[in-house]
C-alpha cells in the first residue's frame, strides 16, 4: 500500500515539470499572449489603413502647394464674372447696357423676372435650404434694341463673348432690321458649399476645361455698377 | 573461471531508459517553453513596434491634415472651378450653336424683310414667321435660300416655306423653317 502510494508521488513528481510548463503556457496564452495578438492584429489593420490615408493626404498637400494660386485666383475671377454663382441681375443690365453704348443702339423695353436674388441658409449649422441648389440655374431676360442694322448685327455678335454668359432663345427683327426685340437665357450656378472629407482627392482639370477657361478669358468685362445714393439720415434728431 | 552476476542488470536498463525519457520530456517541455517565451517576446515587441508606428502615422496625419486645412481655400477655388467648367462645357456649345444660327440668320435676311417669334430647336432647326411689303424682297429672300451663299457661318441643309400669304395690310407673310448644318 505504501509502495503504491511512492510509485504515484514518483509519477507525478516525474511529470510535474512537463505539466508545470503546460500550464503556465496556457494560462499566459489566455491571459496575455491571445490579447496582445489579438490587438496586434487589429493595431496593423488600422496601420495599414492609416498609412494609405496618409499616403493619399501627403499626395493632396503636396498637389495643393504646387497649384498656382495666381492662376486659379484669375480663373476663379474671370469664371464668377462669366458664370457667376448668384443670379446675375445687375451685371447683365450692366454689360447690355455696356455694349449698347459701344455699338450705338438704343437699348430699353427691359422684361425680366429675377426671382430671388439673395439666397438664404438654413438656421442650422451645416444645412442649407432647399433652394440653394448646386444646379445650373438659368433665367430669361426679354429687351429691344434699336439703331442701324448693322449696329443692332454687331450688337447680336457682341454677345456672343459677353458676360454673363447669355444665349440667344428668341429673336424678332423689324422690316429695315432697325428694332430687334431679343430673349436671352441667362446662366449661373450656386457654389458647392461643402468640400467632403479631407483625404477626397483634389478635383484637376482637365485639358477641355483648361481651353474653356482660356476661353472665357477673353469675354467682355463688366463694369459693375457700384450704388452711391445715400441712404438713412445721418442726425435723426436734427430739425428739417 | 570468473563468474559475473547482476542481479540489477534489468532495473539499471529501466531505470536508465525511465531517465531518457524524462530527460526527453524535460528538455522538450524547457525548449517548449523558450520558443513560447521567444513567441511571446516577439509579439510584444511587434506589438510595441505596431503602437509606436500607429503613433507616428497619427501624428503625420495630423500634420498633413493641418496643412490641408491650411490650403483649404485654395481646394475650395479648384473645386469650383472643375465643378463649373463641367457646367460651362454644357451651356458654350449650346450657345455657340445658336450664336451662330443667329448670326447667319441675320447675315442672310435681305433688307425689307422682318422676322418674328424664332425659335431655335437643340438639333439645329430653326422656325420663325417672316413679312415684307415688296414682292422683290421675298423673291431675294428665296434666291438667297436657293443659293446657299458660301460666305455665311453656316451652310443652310435644307428650307420649309410654307403658308405664303398676303394680307389686308399689303404685306407677304410666311413661315419658315430652316435647317442648318451644324459644326
Known amino acids: 500500500?505504501?509502495?503504491?502510494?511512492?510509485?504515484?508521488?514518483?509519477?507525478?513528481?516525474?511529470?510535474?515539470?512537463?505539466?508545470?510548463?503546460?500550464?503556465?503556457?496556457?494560462?499566459?496564452?489566455?491571459?496575455?499572449?491571445?490579447?496582445?495578438?489579438?490587438?496586434?492584429?487589429?493595431?496593423?489593420?488600422?496601420?495599414?489603413?492609416?498609412?494609405?490615408?496618409?499616403?493619399?493626404?501627403?499626395?493632396?498637400?503636396?498637389?495643393?502647394?504646387?497649384?498656382?494660386?495666381?492662376?486659379?485666383?484669375?480663373?476663379?475671377?474671370?469664371?464668377?464674372?462669366?458664370?457667376?454663382?448668384?443670379?446675375?441681375?445687375?451685371?447683365?443690365?450692366?454689360?447690355?447696357?455696356?455694349?449698347?453704348?459701344?455699338?450705338?443702339?438704343?437699348?430699353?423695353?427691359?422684361?425680366?423676372?429675377?426671382?430671388?436674388?439673395?439666397?438664404?441658409?438654413?438656421?442650422?449649422?451645416?444645412?442649407?435650404?432647399?433652394?440653394?441648389?448646386?444646379?445650373?440655374?438659368?433665367?430669361?431676360?426679354?429687351?429691344?434694341?434699336?439703331?442701324?442694322?448693322?449696329a443692332v448685327t454687331s450688337f447680336i455678335s457682341r454677345l456672343e463673348k459677353a458676360a454673363p454668359l447669355m444665349k440667344i432663345e428668341s429673336l424678332s427683327l423689324s422690316l429695315d432690321g432697325s428694332n430687334c426685340s431679343l430673349a436671352v437665357r441667362v446662366y449661373y450656378q450656386t457654389l458647392p458649399e461643402i468640400l467632403g472629407v479631407l483625404d477626397k482627392p483634389v478635383p484637376l482639370l482637365t485639358e477641355n476645361e483648361k481651353e474653356i477657361l482660356n476661353e472665357i478669358a477673353t469675354y467682355q468685362k463688366v463694369e459693375l455698377i457700384k450704388t452711391t445714393v445715400p441712404v438713412g439720415k445721418a442726425n435723426i434728431f436734427a430739425l428739417p | 573461471m570468473k563468474l559475473n552476476i547482476n542481479f540489477l542488470?534489468?532495473?539499471?536498463?529501466?531505470?536508465?531508459?525511465?531517465?531518457?525519457?524524462?530527460?526527453?520530456?524535460?528538455?522538450?517541455?524547457?525548449?517548449?517553453?523558450?520558443?513560447?517565451?521567444?513567441?511571446?517576446?516577439?509579439?510584444?515587441?511587434?506589438?510595441?513596434?505596431?503602437k509606436k508606428t500607429n503613433e507616428v502615422v497619427k501624428t503625420g496625419i495630423k500634420k498633413e491634415e493641418s496643412l490641408i486645412e491650411e490650403l483649404r481655400s485654395i481646394e475650395m477655388k479648384q473645386v469650383y472651378l472643375t465643378?463649373?467648367?463641367?457646367?460651362?462645357?454644357?451651356?458654350l456649345s449650346g450657345k455657340k450653336q445658336h450664336q451662330q444660327i443667329v448670326e447667319t440668320l441675320l447675315a442672310l435676311l435681305p433688307r425689307g424683310v422682318s422676322i418674328s417669334d424664332l425659335k431655335i430647336d437643340p438639333d439645329g432647326a430653326v422656325s420663325f414667321s417672316a413679312s415684307c411689303t415688296s414682292f422683290r424682297s421675298l423673291v431675294d429672300f428665296f434666291n438667297i435660300l436657293k443659293t446657299n451663299e458660301t460666305e455665311l457661318r453656316l451652310k443652310i441643309k435644307k428650307a420649309d416655306i410654307s403658308g405664303v400669304s398676303y394680307g389686308l395690310e399689303k404685306n407677304y407673310s410666311f413661315d419658315v423653317i430652316l435647317f442648318f448644318y451644324l459644326s
Open chain 2, 83 to 91: 465643378a463649373k467648367t463641367k457646367s460651362l462645357d454644357e451651356v
Open chain 1, 1 to 150: 500500500m505504501m509502495e503504491s502510494t511512492n510509485l504515484q508521488i514518483e509519477k507525478i513528481k516525474e511529470n510535474a515539470f512537463p505539466i508545470l510548463i503546460g500550464t503556465t503556457i496556457f494560462l499566459l496564452t489566455i491571459t496575455l499572449f491571445r490579447s496582445t495578438l489579438l490587438n496586434y492584429f487589429k493595431l496593423k489593420s488600422e496601420n495599414d489603413r492609416l498609412e494609405q490615408k496618409l499616403v493619399v493626404l501627403k499626395r493632396k498637400s503636396q498637389l495643393l502647394q504646387s497649384l498656382d494660386r495666381n492662376e486659379i485666383e484669375r480663373r476663379v475671377k474671370k469664371l464668377e464674372e462669366v458664370f457667376p454663382s448668384e443670379k446675375p441681375v445687375i451685371n447683365l443690365i450692366a454689360s447690355l447696357n455696356q455694349i449698347s453704348q459701344q455699338e450705338g443702339v438704343t437699348f430699353r423695353g427691359i422684361q425680366l423676372e429675377p426671382g430671388r436674388i439673395v439666397k438664404y441658409m438654413s438656421e442650422e449649422v451645416g444645412k442649407q435650404a432647399d433652394l440653394v441648389t448646386n444646379e445650373l440655374q438659368d433665367f430669361i431676360i426679354n429687351f429691344n434694341i434699336q439703331g442701324k442694322l448693322s
Open chain 2, 9 to 50: 542488470k534489468d532495473y539499471v536498463l529501466k531505470t536508465r531508459k525511465k531517465a531518457q525519457k524524462h530527460f526527453f520530456i524535460r528538455t522538450w517541455s524547457l525548449l517548449a517553453l523558450v520558443i513560447y517565451g521567444v513567441l511571446v517576446v516577439a509579439v510584444f515587441s511587434l506589438h510595441l513596434l505596431a
